[in-house]
């Protein structure tokens, strides 16, 4: 059964920066298309960003230009880089495959933008 652990987040002020990381157990992930998913409180769990097997990124458009999308394969890690944080951005991140199959959700990180 394959676990996901997501790590990195924080409260950052309006501006900032965080990195998150998710790491997968199961020797399958490579072949995994990945997401970031984030749920707002009060609102449905929303895709975020997306990335395929072969490294082809898409975002939502609330966080294009903002947040980059990466994994390394060889850690089974998928990563998410957050730049220019604004308040909307605050919410509870997990990362999951990109598929009608989803893997059970791990326990997410809190990502809080606030001054």
């Known amino acids: 059964q394959v676990q996901l652990v997501e790590s990195g987040g924080g409260l950052v002020r309006p501006g900032g920066s965080l990195r998150l990381s998710c790491a997968a157990s199961g020797s399958i992930f490579s072949i995994y298309f990945m997401g970031w998913y984030r749920q707002i409180p009060g609102k449905e769990r929303e895709l975020a960003a997306h990335?395929?097997?072969?490294?082809?990124?898409s975002y939502v458009d609330s966080v294009k230009g903002r947040f980059t999308i990466s994994r390394d394969n060889a850690k089974a890690t998928v990563y998410l880089q957050m730049n220019s944080l604004k308040p909307e951005d605050t919410a509870v991140y997990y990362c999951?495959?990109?598929?009608?199959?989803?893997?059970?959700w791990g326990q997410g990180t809190q990502v809080t933008v606030s001054s």
């Open positions: 990335i395929t097997s072969s490294g082809s990124t």
């Open positions: 999951n495959r990109d598929s009608s199959v989803l893997l059970p």
